[in-house]
């Protein structure tokens, strides 16, 4: 914990105002919004260069994040902040919501227990575990449309609704940042209940077929004694897309390299996965089936909990995820907050039951749905639980145990309990959110029900579940390997819905495609693969061949897809009058019939033909936009009290929804790219001026949402030309080309076809923020075009250099032109983003490091802003043979990890601290070399990571050993040489050979032991040659793989360089003598 920490921060919730206090002590519900101070580590600077991340491994889907700008550094300094908070109370439960942080829940508070049941974190401390950089522990997170939310450090619009029977509700609304859906989230409470209820609606407002997920991620404060409990039924578990799965709750395997049996072994109910405690390492596990909607967590020593809720017909998802009790999780708990210690996340998961596991919105479509949590206290982890009551049962020594709280108070409930064999009895309570009902009855409980009057509230019964070991998840077989056709198109249909970061689809529709030139389904996917990376004129291609092939004995094909994107392509090639006809024949299919006839509406009143268009969103009225387009029809057919009631209407009606806002001439919303879609839908209805009003004012807003008034600027001017107002279009792009391009990433195809427009009239801005979209939609040939058209126009931009240097890259272009682009853009700006770049492409191109390190050196600033280049440093000073200065680092500067980039720092000082006790030894000093060596067993605090058992600490303690030996102590040498070779029940997942296991090797020969030695030797040398034998592939499951971030390197020529390796470690292992370690 640093010293800053020491300052022991508090949030203090604000007494309800008086009005507020009124409602309270009449038992209603209090709802206010009031700002609350918050210790707060602020995060740095958004990167002002784009992101290209499509390669990157997130939560097991792709961590794409542009056009979102990273955030990669955090302030080690906590400052007071005033955060605007929305404050929900009643008689049990207080909430606390923080719309500027993706609406969350921060505070959920059991007014009767004295109880957080939601983790309480007393600071904002973000770590860097968001897509984009920051991200914060505890309340409840809603993650949508992937993990972890990438809105999640960024502000959403909300309201305050009060109902008629006294609820109140808070809603949050926002446009998310990667695929512009709409999310509205509404947290409830209600008079007389402990129930949290949340609604949500999430809506597909772009023109094709979204992916998404929805995760609510819950926080609960944890130590040895908290429990996570799930259903009666639950037997199985799964780790991330299902790759391992274990036994519940007491794991039956190694999990996640711990060997949960032995553990048991050694020390009763280790194996207990459901206790926190009991997990040593960063863990997850989602059930694999359950016929209930519940689930939870209980505090043994606070002797109290909570309980989620929700239809399990579209609520699958349940899953508990922790740091681990180990010093990986004390690191991230260091990391995450200053005093208030682990948590687990017990997460609910709507249309989905696994990470990554993505379900379908439609064009157009909403879908809706409930979740709900309540407090629980003094009954222990619970059986069963619905939303009006939570039941446990434990049977012990011939008696039965029930405990009973419900949401509601009932002054007159009965607890029934049947007994094994055949008896029953009936017990009166009084039970309620501060009432527990506590039963004890004679005899082994085989069912419970709780009922008060004619309800029944919760019912119980025993499930002696067998369920046969659900099925684990592997990886697709290569698509010539594959047999059929319909597995083919599966399988490409699953990486695209996954977005599988390192299997791509296209493979898979080629080989389809080469068996059947005409596969409708392979041409459709294809045609809307090309249609998203605005290459129009492919998908119209594979489109056109789609509806031929569909129409060739059925001329009314049962889906409309074809017919829609085909139309949505013609549109954009200013075919109108194809694409309407393309429309029309879609919405003869029911479920392409809605987004199809908002199609044809834009198209007519884009021609002039109001009354068609009035007609045809009339047919779409159930989509948002539909309703939008009737306004502006109306005002085009003169109709305007009826366009201005109308608007009301719907402002009235959902006030948060931004383009309606702003269609009514309302407050900007929060996120400033939520008017460039206003802008963009109502210029496609050919609604310029509406277009041009709704974006006239300069946009700004949070950082995080990168800068983007030079898009703001090209797409005015797009369509200020579309109108005829070419001053007005000149003048714009003037205006963006006098702006600098850096945190400005225009995405979608509305952007697209605006730049294109803007690079054609000679604006540099337009130029070069075209090359970003192209890059980021993996047209890297097309960007690297566009890019040196933007310098033939006279782009100095940084931004412009180095997309291009990466375009030219990616294209196999030479890497000296990219390092001149490099030194020409530092040469103008020295941001560390470019220092580090550079970096890597001369560590790609084998510059010698002596020259990388002196390239480095001479930008001090940078070295001082990044931790990767902190680290790139120290490597180099060590080959370098400048300990010292190496250590002076490492023992020096606080290091904040990504994480799934641990162990990078830990590695480095690892190495400095060999090499620096190594140095000692030489001189003589053996004791100084032992106190450093044995005073980094465990990781310090300032490197930000704990050490992984699975890590093995072999050539630690290998010098270690040495370094006792030369002080004359042989007992302790070989302690160390011991441990160097030691397993443990903690890591035994399998681990191939690497060049750590080389220390291994010498520990057995240190030892004497000549047979362990040569079996290391040996694997060594295997592992060379399955190197070298194996096809280079990226692991299907991998987690991380961050050296693909930047420059997709030659993995092949990677694996020859380190089986060269391991084979000269194997060589030297076997001519090293065992007593003088020199290696």
Same mark, same amino acid.
């Given at each position: 914990?640093?010293?800053?920490?020491?300052?022991?921060?508090?949030?203090?919730?604000?007494?309800?105002?008086?009005?507020?206090?009124?409602?309270?002590?009449?038992?209603?519900?209090?709802?206010?919004a009031?700002?609350?101070?918050?210790?707060?580590?602020?995060?740095?600077?958004?990167?002002?260069?784009?992101?290209?991340?499509?390669?990157?491994v997130?939560?097991?889907?792709?961590?794409?994040?542009?056009?979102?700008?990273?955030?990669?550094?955090?302030?080690h300094?906590?400052?007071p902040?005033?955060?605007?908070?929305?404050?929900?109370?009643?008689?049990?439960?207080?909430?606390?919501?923080?719309?500027?942080?993706?609406?969350?829940?921060?505070?959920?508070?059991?007014?009767?227990?004295?109880?957080?049941?939601?983790y309480?974190?007393?600071?904002?401390?973000?770590a860097?575990?968001?897509?984009?950089g920051?991200?914060?522990?505890?309340?409840?997170?809603?993650n949508?449309?992937?993990?972890?939310?990438?809105?999640?450090?960024?502000?959403?619009?909300?309201?305050?609704e009060?109902?008629?029977?006294?609820?109140a509700?808070?809603?949050?609304?926002?446009?998310?940042?990667?695929?512009?859906?709409?999310?509205?989230?509404?947290?409830?409470?209600?008079?007389?209940?402990?129930?949290?209820?949340?609604?949500?609606?999430?809506?597909?407002?772009?023109?094709?077929?979204?992916?998404?997920?929805w995760?609510?991620?819950?926080? &609960?404060?944890?130590?040895?004694?908290?429990?996570?409990?799930?259903?009666?039924d639950?037997?199985?578990v799964?780790?991330?897309?299902?790759?391992?799965?274990?036994?519940?709750?007491?794991?039956?395997?190694?999990?996640?390299?711990?060997?949960?049996?032995?553990l048991?072994?050694?020390?009763?109910? &280790?194996?207990r996965?459901?206790?926190?405690?009991?997990?040593?390492?960063?863990?997850?596990?989602m059930?694999?089936?359950?016929?209930?909607?519940? $689930?939870?967590?209980?505090?043994?020593?606070?002797?109290?909990?909570?309980?989620?809720?929700?239809?399990?017909?579209?609520?699958?998802g349940?899953?508990?995820?922790?740091w681990?009790?180990?010093?990986?999780?004390?690191?991230?708990?260091?990391?995450l907050?200053?005093?208030?210690?682990?948590?687990?996340?017990?997460?609910?998961?709507?249309?989905?039951d696994?990470?990554?596991?993505?379900?379908?919105?439609l064009?157009?479509?909403t879908k809706? $749905?409930?979740?709900?949590?309540?407090?629980?206290? &003094?009954?222990?982890?619970?059986?069963?639980a619905?939303?009006?009551?939570?039941?446990?049962?434990?049977?012990?020594?011939?008696r039965? %145990?029930?405990?009973?709280?419900?949401?509601?108070?009932?002054?007159?409930?009965?607890?029934?309990?049947?007994?094994?064999?055949?008896?029953?009895?009936?017990?009166?309570?009084?039970?309620?959110?501060?009432?527990?009902?506590?039963v004890?009855?004679?005899?082994?409980?085989?069912?419970?029900?709780?009922?008060?009057?004619?309800?029944?509230?919760?019912?119980?019964?025993?499930?002696?579940?067998?369920?046969?070991?659900?099925?684990?998840?592997?990886?697709p077989?290569?698509?010539?390997?594959?047999t059929?056709?319909?597995?083919?198109l599966?399988?490409?249909?699953?990486?695209?819905?996954?977005?599988?970061?390192?299997?791509?689809p296209?493979?898979?529709?080629?080989?389809?495609?080469?068996?059947?030139?005409?596969?409708?389904?392979?041409r459709t996917?294809?045609?809307?693969?090309?249609?998203?990376?605005?290459e129009?004129?492919?998908?119209?291609e594979?489109?056109?061949?789609?509806?031929a092939?569909?129409?060739?004995?059925?001329?009314n094909?049962?889906?409309?897809?074809?017919?829609?994107?085909?139309?949505?392509?013609?549109?954009?090639?200013?075919?109108?009058a194809?694409a309407? %006809?393309?429309?029309?024949?879609?919405?003869?299919?029911?479920?392409? &019939?809605?987004?199809a006839s908002?199609a044809?509406?834009?198209?007519?009143?884009?021609?002039?033909?109001?009354?068609?268009a009035?007609?045809?969103?009339?047919?779409?009225?159930?989509?948002?936009?539909?309703?939008?387009?009737?306004?502006?029809?109306?005002?085009?057919?003169?109709?305007?009290?009826?366009?201005?009631?109308?608007?009301?209407?719907?402002?009235?009606?959902?006030?948060?929804?931004?383009?309606?806002?702003?269609?009514?001439?309302?407050?900007?919303?929060?996120?400033?790219?939520?008017?460039?879609?206003?802008?963009?839908?109502?210029?496609?209805?050919?609604e310029?001026?509406?277009?041009?009003?709704?974006?006239?004012?300069?946009?700004?807003?949070?950082?995080?949402?990168g800068?983007l008034?030079?898009?703001?600027?090209?797409?005015?001017a797009?369509?200020?030309?579309?109108?005829?107002?070419?001053?007005?279009?000149?003048a714009?792009?003037?205006?963006?080309?006098?702006?600098?391009?850096?945190?400005?990433?225009?995405?979608?195809?509305?952007?697209?076809?605006?730049l294109?427009?803007?690079?054609?009239a000679?604006?540099?801005?337009?130029?070069?923020?075209?090359?970003?979209?192209?890059?980021?939609?993996?047209?890297d040939?097309?960007?690297?075009?566009?890019?040196?058209?933007?310098?033939?126009?006279?782009?100095?931009?940084?931004?412009?250099?180095?997309?291009l240097?990466?375009?030219?890259?990616?294209?196999g272009g030479s890497?000296?032109?990219?390092?001149?682009?490099?030194?020409?853009a530092?040469?103008?700006?020295?941001?560390?983003?470019?220092?580090?770049?550079?970096?890597?492409?001369?560590?790609?191109?084998?510059?010698?490091?002596?020259?990388?390190?002196?390239?480095?050196?001479?930008?001090?600033?940078?070295?001082?802003?990044?931790?990767?280049?902190?680290?790139? %440093?120290?490597?180099?000073?060590?080959d370098a043979g400048r300990?010292?200065?190496?250590?002076?680092?490492?023992?020096?500067?606080? $290091?904040?990890?990504f994480e799934?980039g641990?162990?990078?720092?830990?590695a480095?000082?690892?190495?400095?601290?060999?090499?620096?006790? %190594?140095r000692a030894?030489?001189?003589?000093r053996a004791?100084?070399?032992?106190?450093?060596l044995?005073e980094?067993?465990?990781? @310090?605090?300032?490197?930000?990571?704990?050490?992984?058992?699975?890590?093995?600490?072999?050539?630690?303690?290998?010098?270690l050993?040495?370094?006792?030996?030369?002080?004359?102590d042989?007992?302790?040498?070989?302690s160390?040489?011991?441990?160097?070779?030691?397993t443990?029940?903690?890591?035994?997942?399998?681990?191939?050979?690497?060049?750590?296991?080389?220390?291994?090797g010498?520990?057995?020969?240190?030892?004497?032991?000549?047979?362990?030695?040569?079996?290391?030797?040996?694997a060594?040398?295997?592992?060379?040659?399955?190197?070298?034998?194996?096809?280079d592939?990226?692991?299907?499951?991998?987690?991380?793989? @961050?050296?693909?971030?930047?420059?997709?390197?030659?993995?092949?020529?990677?694996?020859?360089?380190?089986?060269d390796r391991?084979?000269?470690?194997?060589?030297?292992?076997?001519?090293?003598?065992?007593?003088?370690?020199?290696?």
């Open positions: 914990m640093n010293d800053d920490a020491a300052a022991t921060s508090r949030i203090h919730l604000p007494d309800a105002p008086a009005d507020q206090r009124a409602l309270l002590k009449a038992g209603g519900v209090a709802c206010w009031e700002d609350v101070v918050i210790d707060t580590y602020e995060p740095g600077d958004p990167d002002p260069y784009p992101a290209f991340l499509d390669r990157r997130y939560q097991g889907s792709s961590g794409r994040l542009y056009p979102l700008p990273m955030i990669e550094s955090i302030s300094e906590k400052q902040r005033a955060w605007r908070a929305i404050h929900l109370e009643n008689a049990y439960v207080r909430l606390m919501l923080l719309p500027e942080l993706g609406g969350r829940i921060h505070i959920g508070y059991d007014k009767v227990a004295g109880y957080d049941f939601f309480r974190n007393n600071v904002i401390k973000p860097l575990v968001g897509l984009a920051p991200w914060i522990s505890g309340g409840v997170e809603f949508w449309p992937q993990h972890h939310r990438p809105a999640t450090f960024l502000p959403v619009d909300s309201r305050i009060r109902e008629d029977d006294g609820a509700v808070v809603w949050h609304s926002d446009l998310d940042p990667l695929q512009r859906m709409r999310g509205v989230h509404g947290v409830r409470l209600r008079p007389g209940s402990s129930l949290v209820e949340l609604d949500v609606r999430l809506h597909n407002r772009t023109d094709v077929p979204q992916t998404f997920l995760w609510a991620n819950v926080a &609960a404060r944890s130590h040895e004694r908290y429990q996570s409990f799930f259903p009666d639950v037997r199985y799964a780790d991330h897309a299902r790759r391992a799965i274990t036994a519940f709750p007491r794991a039956d395997r190694p999990y996640y390299g711990v060997d949960y049996p032995a048991a072994a050694e020390r009763a109910d &280790a194996d996965i459901d206790v926190y405690s009991n997990i040593p390492v960063p863990t997850s596990y059930i694999t089936d359950t016929e209930d909607g519940f $689930f939870g967590g209980y505090d043994h020593t606070a002797d109290a909990g909570f309980v989620h809720w929700a239809d399990p017909a579209i609520s699958p349940k899953k508990q995820w922790t681990g009790d180990g010093p990986i999780g004390r690191a991230w708990d260091d990391q907050t200053d005093t208030d210690g682990p948590y687990v996340e017990l997460m609910a998961g709507v249309y989905t696994n990470q990554p596991d993505f379900a379908w919105l064009p157009g479509e809706t $749905f409930s979740q709900h949590w309540f407090p629980i206290h &003094a009954i222990g982890p619970v059986r069963q619905t939303t009006d009551a939570a039941v446990s049962v434990t049977s012990e020594g011939g039965s %145990r029930v405990g009973v709280l419900a949401t509601r108070a009932h002054g007159a409930a009965r607890v029934e309990v049947e007994i094994e064999g055949g008896d029953s009895e009936s017990v009166d309570v009084s039970i309620g959110p501060d009432a527990p009902g506590l004890e009855v004679a005899g082994t409980a085989r069912a419970v029900s709780v009922v008060a009057g004619d309800d029944e509230l919760v019912r119980w019964v025993r499930r002696d579940t067998d369920a046969g070991e659900p099925w684990a998840a592997t990886a077989e290569p698509p010539e390997a594959i059929g056709t319909d597995e083919l599966l399988t490409a249909t699953h990486l695209l819905q996954y977005r599988h970061p390192t299997r791509s296209l493979p898979y529709l080629r080989e389809a495609l080469r068996r059947d030139p005409g596969d409708a389904r392979a996917m294809l045609g809307a693969w090309h249609l998203a990376r605005a129009y004129e492919a998908a119209r594979h489109l056109e061949a789609a509806v092939r569909e129409t060739r004995r059925n001329l094909p049962r889906d409309g897809e074809a017919h829609y994107l085909l139309g949505l392509a013609l549109e954009r090639l200013g075919e109108r194809e309407d %006809r393309r429309f029309a024949r879609a919405a003869w299919n029911a479920a392409w &019939a809605a987004p908002l044809r509406a834009r198209l007519a009143l884009a021609g002039g033909r109001p009354a068609d009035l007609r045809l969103a009339d047919a779409a009225v159930g989509i948002p936009e539909a309703r939008r387009l009737r306004v502006l029809a109306l005002r085009r057919l003169g109709r305007a009290d009826e366009a201005t009631a109308l608007l009301q209407a719907l402002v009235a009606a959902d006030p948060l929804d931004p383009l309606t806002v702003l269609l009514a001439g309302g407050e900007a919303p929060a996120d400033p790219r939520a008017a460039l879609d206003a802008g963009a839908e109502f210029a496609r209805s050919g310029f001026d509406a277009a041009l009003a709704a974006t006239a004012t300069a946009v700004g807003g949070v950082a995080g949402f800068r008034e030079p898009v703001r600027r090209v797409v005015r797009a369509w200020a030309d579309a109108a005829g107002l070419t001053d007005l279009a000149a714009e792009r003037a205006a963006a080309d006098a702006l600098g391009l850096g945190g400005a990433f225009p995405a979608g195809l509305d952007e697209h076809d605006a294109v427009a803007g690079a054609a000679g604006s540099t801005a337009a130029a070069g923020m075209l090359g970003a979209w192209l890059l980021d939609a993996g047209r040939a097309d960007a690297r075009a566009t890019l040196l058209r933007g310098r033939e126009l006279g782009s100095e931009d940084p931004v412009v250099l180095r997309n240097a990466l375009a030219t890259v990616r294209t890497p000296d032109d990219a390092v001149a682009l490099y030194e020409d530092l040469a103008r700006r020295a941001d560390p983003r470019l220092v580090l770049e550079r970096d890597l492409l001369a560590q790609l191109t084998g510059t010698d490091a002596a020259t990388r390190l002196a390239l480095l050196e001479r930008h001090p600033a940078a070295l001082d802003a990044r931790d990767d280049l902190a680290v790139a %440093r120290i490597g180099l000073l060590l300990l010292d200065d190496a250590w002076r680092i490492l023992t020096t500067r606080t $290091f904040r990890p799934g641990e162990g990078v720092v830990i480095a000082y690892d190495r400095a601290a060999c090499l620096l006790a %190594r030894c030489d001189e003589g004791d100084a070399a032992v106190a450093l044995t980094g067993i465990d990781a @310090p605090a300032n490197l930000g990571e704990g050490r992984h058992p699975a890590v093995p600490q072999a050539e630690r303690f290998v010098a050993g040495d370094a006792y030996r030369l002080a004359g042989e007992a302790a040498a070989r160390a040489w011991e441990r160097a070779r030691a443990t029940p903690l890591a035994v997942a399998p681990r191939p050979a690497d060049e750590a296991t080389f220390w291994i010498i520990a057995h020969a240190r030892l004497g032991d000549g047979a362990a030695a040569e079996a290391v030797w040996a060594l040398d295997a592992r060379a040659a399955q190197l070298e034998a194996t096809p592939e990226v692991d299907y499951f991998a987690t991380s793989l @961050p050296e693909l971030l930047v420059f997709d390197l030659d993995t092949a020529e990677r694996r020859r360089r380190l089986a391991l084979r000269a470690l194997a060589a030297d292992g076997r001519a090293l003598s065992p007593v003088r370690m020199d290696a």
